[in-house]
């Protein structure tokens, strides 16, 4: 049985790696991205980071299918190839240490290190409890739920380190899928594409970074209050719920 | 700059009077007796001359075959032949680092890491003794990319197409493989495989059991770029395919993880990643083509 499955994923190997690199950038890349632009909006305040995520809640009953196709799968099936790589290669920083070989070294570590922090975030944001400041993140009390459960300054510097982690693993392997695809294949290109690179790691480590001292220097009182009339003015135009607000800040999401 | 070294050196002792003690070479040498035996740090004491590489201290232990604490030992096996860095055969780690031993020199070495040296044997292959390691899956690796142009035939096939300076600038840097390894030896993703024979194994099933953990194991960059330079030869891309079909292979290209270590260590400076990524692209494309061909 193991002999037969191991050489299934043998045989299909070239296959299989590459939709492990395909996955990386989308969906889970995508949604990344999506993810810390939408937090990023809570430095625009309350509001504006209610309205995003009453469009996404907008998906009613089909957030969680989305969620999963879209979201958790692939980034699990991306995990679970990604675990396999580590195991099977022998890091060399100690006797060669260039900085793609500190890349390669760095992008499996913060690939390890985003895999814990995103169970961890899911896990803390919708169940956990109080412990560790832990608290359930309320989709009609978006910023202040969240900004509540973010209080522990043991629990903001993990999400600094988590987002950070995770945005250099994506930013990296950007440009390591660019090679692995041959779409920059001359030293030149491979040079443009990491100074890209760079700018996309650097623009979402702003976001992320952003998003979590939005939340910590949020006034939660004021937030809640928002939030509360926001919701009483969806409950009146039930139908029209979705994102009413300010509809033209949505379109860049 | 050695030259320099050296001048300064007689200079001083000119200044000072006296003729300096000789100068030792120190090396540590990890020996192994027997393939799959245990290894041992073995230390080494040479005279030290102006200009010497690692091959001519190894040549002078040799010739001395005793330890630095003066037993009697065995002389050192290594590997080597054309002494000036085209026959890839040289190969060790040198303090810490994969590199030729014929073009490295004691002084730069001293200089630049202190004063005894360090030689292991390569670390991703079976050690036959001592430096001397089995490199047979590194040709292997050429065999299963066919890195050749096939003109084998029983007629004559006429003269061959032409090339463009365009194209021959391109390859030539790739045709400067010299088969050495180092790319092998640096990379994270290309990890030892020692098969060793079992009691009750021929010596035809322990081959055929060896040659398929070559066939599944990381062809490496040597041979992706190899294969390149061939799909790029006008006659040699006739079986471009076949050597796209090896490079999509398990063990194909899809195990680089892009460290990049292979180019910044090949002794040749061939430009690795660029073949690596243009694989990559031939392979994009030649994966896309085959799902819709079939
Ligand atoms: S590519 Fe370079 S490092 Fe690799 S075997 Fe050839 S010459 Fe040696
Ligand atoms: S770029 Fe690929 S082949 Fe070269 S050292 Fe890195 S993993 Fe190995
Ligand atoms: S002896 Fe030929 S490369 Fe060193």
């Given at each position: 049985m193991s002999d037969s499955s191991a050489s299934f994923l043998e045989r299909h190997q070239f296959l299989i790696y590459r939709l492990f690199s395909l996955a990386g950038l989308v969906p889970v890349g995508a949604f990344l991205v999506v993810h810390l632009l939408t937090n990023a909006s809570v430095l625009a305040g309350a509001g504006t980071f209610q309205s995003r995520v009453d469009m996404i809640h907008?998906?009613?009953?089909?957030l969680v299918p989305i969620e999963w196709a879209f979201i958790f799968l692939p980034m699990l099936f991306h995990a679970a190839v990604g675990f396999v790589i580590i195991a099977n290669g022998l890091p060399n920083v100690g006797s060669y240490p260039y900085v793609g070989n500190v890349r390669y070294t760095m992008q499996r570590a913060t690939g390890m290190i985003a895999f814990a922090f995103i169970i961890w975030h899911i896990v803390q944001l919708h169940w956990?409890?109080?412990?560790?400041g832990g608290g359930q993140f309320d989709p009609h009390r978006a910023a202040s739920s969240a900004a509540a459960a973010l209080q522990h300054p043991l629990v903001a510097i993990l999400y600094a380190v988590g987002v950070l982690s995770t945005v250099f693993h994506f930013a990296n392997g950007l440009w390591t899928l660019g090679i692995t695809w041959g779409l920059w294949t001359s030293p030149a290109a491979m040079r443009r594409a990491n100074a890209v690179s760079v700018v996309v790691g650097l623009a979402l480590a702003g976001a992320g970074l952003g998003s979590l001292a939005g939340m910590l220097t949020l006034d939660r009182d004021k937030a809640q209050a928002e939030e509360e009339r926001m919701e009483k003015r969806k409950l009146q135009f039930e139908p029209a719920a979705v994102g009413s607000p300010e509809p033209a800040a949505h379109t860049g999401v | 700059m050695i030259t320099a070294a050296h001048g300064h050196d007689g200079d001083a002792s000119h200044e000072h009077g006296h003729i300096p003690a000789a100068r030792m070479v120190r090396v540590r040498v990890l020996r192994q007796?027997?393939?799959g035996g245990e290894s041992y740090w073995e230390r080494f004491e040479v005279p030290y001359e102006p200009n010497m590489n690692v091959i001519s201290v190894l040549q002078k232990i040799a010739a001395l075959a005793?330890?630095?604490?003066?037993r009697r030992v065995a002389p050192v096996a290594w590997d080597c032949s054309c002494?000036?860095?085209?026959?890839?055969?040289?190969?060790m780690l040198i303090n810490g680092r994969t590199r030729m031993a014929c073009s490295a020199l004691v002084d730069r070495l001293v200089e630049e890491d202190g004063e005894e040296i360090e030689l292991r044997p390569m670390s991703k292959f079976p050690v036959v003794r001592d430096l001397v390691v089995d490199r047979r899956r590194l040709f292997r690796s050429l065999e299963r990319v066919k890195?050749?142009?096939?003109?084998?035939?029983?007629y004559d096939h006429g003269p061959g197409p032409r090339i463009s300076p365009e194209e021959q600038e391109d390859a030539y840097p790739l045709a400067e493989?010299?088969?050495?390894?180092c790319c092998l030896e640096a990379c994270p993703q290309f990890t030892k495989l020692e098969a060793v024979r079992r009691e009750d194994e021929s010596e035809a099933d322990f081959e055929k059991r060896r040659r398929a953990a070559f066939d599944s194991g990381f062809v490496g960059a040597h041979a992706i770029s190899q294969a390149m330079l061939f799909n790029g030869h006008p006659t040699g891309k006739m079986i471009a395919d076949e050597r796209l079909q090896a490079l999509t292979a398990?063990?194909?290209?899809?195990?680089?993880?892009?460290?990049?270590n292979c180019v910044a260590v090949c002794p040749k400076r061939i430009p690795l990643t660029r073949s690596i990524a243009r694989a990559g692209r031939a392979a994009t494309v030649w994966a896309i083509r085959k799902l819709f061909d079939r």
């Amino acid at each position: 049985m193991s002999d037969s499955s191991a050489s299934f994923l043998e045989r299909h190997q070239f296959l299989i790696y590459r939709l492990f690199s395909l996955a990386g950038l989308v969906p889970v890349g995508a949604f990344l991205v999506v993810h810390l632009l939408t937090n990023a909006s809570v430095l625009a305040g309350a509001g504006t980071f209610q309205s995003r995520v009453d469009m996404i809640h907008s998906l009613g009953p089909l957030l969680v299918p989305i969620e999963w196709a879209f979201i958790f799968l692939p980034m699990l099936f991306h995990a679970a190839v990604g675990f396999v790589i580590i195991a099977n290669g022998l890091p060399n920083v100690g006797s060669y240490p260039y900085v793609g070989n500190v890349r390669y070294t760095m992008q499996r570590a913060t690939g390890m290190i985003a895999f814990a922090f995103i169970i961890w975030h899911i896990v803390q944001l919708h169940w956990m409890g109080k412990p560790l400041g832990g608290g359930q993140f309320d989709p009609h009390r978006a910023a202040s739920s969240a900004a509540a459960a973010l209080q522990h300054p043991l629990v903001a510097i993990l999400y600094a380190v988590g987002v950070l982690s995770t945005v250099f693993h994506f930013a990296n392997g950007l440009w390591t899928l660019g090679i692995t695809w041959g779409l920059w294949t001359s030293p030149a290109a491979m040079r443009r594409a990491n100074a890209v690179s760079v700018v996309v790691g650097l623009a979402l480590a702003g976001a992320g970074l952003g998003s979590l001292a939005g939340m910590l220097t949020l006034d939660r009182d004021k937030a809640q209050a928002e939030e509360e009339r926001m919701e009483k003015r969806k409950l009146q135009f039930e139908p029209a719920a979705v994102g009413s607000p300010e509809p033209a800040a949505h379109t860049g999401v | 700059m050695i030259t320099a070294a050296h001048g300064h050196d007689g200079d001083a002792s000119h200044e000072h009077g006296h003729i300096p003690a000789a100068r030792m070479v120190r090396v540590r040498v990890l020996r192994q007796d027997v393939a799959g035996g245990e290894s041992y740090w073995e230390r080494f004491e040479v005279p030290y001359e102006p200009n010497m590489n690692v091959i001519s201290v190894l040549q002078k232990i040799a010739a001395l075959a005793r330890s630095r604490d003066g037993r009697r030992v065995a002389p050192v096996a290594w590997d080597c032949s054309c002494l000036e860095e085209v026959c890839g055969s040289c190969t060790m780690l040198i303090n810490g680092r994969t590199r030729m031993a014929c073009s490295a020199l004691v002084d730069r070495l001293v200089e630049e890491d202190g004063e005894e040296i360090e030689l292991r044997p390569m670390s991703k292959f079976p050690v036959v003794r001592d430096l001397v390691v089995d490199r047979r899956r590194l040709f292997r690796s050429l065999e299963r990319v066919k890195a050749w142009v096939p003109v084998d035939g029983s007629y004559d096939h006429g003269p061959g197409p032409r090339i463009s300076p365009e194209e021959q600038e391109d390859a030539y840097p790739l045709a400067e493989c010299i088969s050495c390894g180092c790319c092998l030896e640096a990379c994270p993703q290309f990890t030892k495989l020692e098969a060793v024979r079992r009691e009750d194994e021929s010596e035809a099933d322990f081959e055929k059991r060896r040659r398929a953990a070559f066939d599944s194991g990381f062809v490496g960059a040597h041979a992706i770029s190899q294969a390149m330079l061939f799909n790029g030869h006008p006659t040699g891309k006739m079986i471009a395919d076949e050597r796209l079909q090896a490079l999509t292979a398990p063990g194909g290209i899809q195990m680089c993880g892009n460290a990049q270590n292979c180019v910044a260590v090949c002794p040749k400076r061939i430009p690795l990643t660029r073949s690596i990524a243009r694989a990559g692209r031939a392979a994009t494309v030649w994966a896309i083509r085959k799902l819709f061909d079939r």
